[in-house]
T-cell receptor, first 114, second 112 residues
């Protein structure tokens, strides 16, 4: 069984500050890991994905995430927040053993203050 | 452009009525999924289908039904047996060779 935990349901940063959204996973096999972003009343769109090719993954809109197996973590970062980054972010895991189903964390709402 | 189309965007239902949410994709993806989203609870899997004419229950299938008669279409019916149907419903699809999901814009169902 796999699970995904996002630490902090709400994160608030000032414009221009570092963004750090935390994600930890639990899986009996190496998972593929994803970060998705959701704007109000819209679907989710993929920010970035880890597929074991490289531990540091770069995504869209200046976001990146680092896979740390020893810490079972996949935290999302952005050096400088922009007002347009305000949204809800979901971490997800997917393994070979669950028919392609993804398990999602509960989400983190990012607020960016001017 | 390829994508997933969900309709209607907003739907209101009286208690005791069944409603059907449409999901159509032109991405030629084999697998399709229905998720329910409630505030603070992330996404929970309702049903999924990996191939035409076959589907499996997810974690919260009670009170829902689906069909997969065509590769492009995966409609979800919210039945009167669903005790708390007010939620945001998301349809997604996945290419066989990839792991990430492609999502529609969602359908918001409100029971009056």
């Amino acid at each position: 069984a796999q699970s995904v935990t996002q630490l902090g349901s709400h994160v608030s940063v000032s414009e221009g500050a570092l963004v750090l959204l935390r994600c930890n996973y639990s899986s009996s096999v190496p998972p593929y890991l994803f970060w998705y972003v959701q704007y109000p009343n819209q679907g989710l769109q993929l920010l970035l994905k880890y597929t074991s090719a490289a531990t540091l993954v770069k995504g869209i809109n200046g976001f990146e995430a680092e896979f740390k197996k020893s810490e079972t973590s996949f935290h999302l970062t952005k050096p400088s927040a922009h007002m347009s980054d305000a949204a809800e972010y979901f971490c997800a895991a997917n393994t070979n053993t669950n028919a392609g189903k993804s398990t999602f964390g509960d989400g983190t709402t990012l607020t960016v203050k001017p | 452009d390829g994508g997933i189309t969900q309709s209607p965007k907003y739907l209101f239902r009286k208690e005791g009525q069944n409603v059907t949410l449409s999901c159509e994709q032109n991405l030629n993806h084999d697998a399709m999924y229905w998720y329910r989203q409630d505030p603070g609870q992330g996404l929970r899997l309702i049903y999924y289908s990996q191939i035409v004419n076959d589907f499996q229950k997810g974690d919260i299938a009670e009170g829902y039904s689906v069909s997969r008669e065509k590769k492009e279409s995966f409609p979800l019916t919210v039945t009167s047996a669903q005790k708390n149907p007010t939620a945001f419903y998301l349809c997604a699809s996945r290419d066989r060779g990839l792991r990430e999901l492609f999502f529609g814009e969602g359908s918001r169902l409100t029971v009056l």
